[in-house]
């Protein structure tokens, strides 16, 4: 019984450890804070304040320039951070070479 116990506990520990990345520049504060370690709400809030004062991030980097957080935290998180989703990136591309496409002709 105690077996199952640890497995089933480290389980859910584990589970709530693994996040997916979280796209920054459209992500509410909710969601930052909950996917991103060591950003709580209030951290968040400000991400979702600086984005919304100053336009969206160009790198993971300008992180650091919103109160709170700083180049140590930046470290820490910068691999569960998008700053555009996948799907949209993907469509641009394609975009890009077909209009390289439609320049040759």
Not at 35 to 41: E, F, K, N, T, V
Request: positive net charge; hydrophobic residues 40%; glycine residues 6%.
């Amino acid at each position: 019984m105690k077996r199952l116990f640890v497995v089933l506990f480290a389980g859910f520990c584990s589970f709530s450890v693994i996040a997916s990345p979280v796209n920054i520049n459209t992500a509410d504060a909710k969601t930052i804070g909950e996917a991103l370690s060591g950003i709580g709400l209030k951290k968040a809030e400000a991400i979702v304040k600086y984005r919304e004062a100053k336009g969206e991030f160009k790198t993971v980097d300008d992180l650091v320039n919103v109160d709170g957080i700083g180049p140590k935290t930046v470290e820490k998180i910068k691999s569960d951070i998008l700053l555009s989703d996948p799907v949209a990136a993907a469509d641009q591309k394609t975009d890009k070479k077909i209009d390289e496409k439609a320049d040759k002709k």
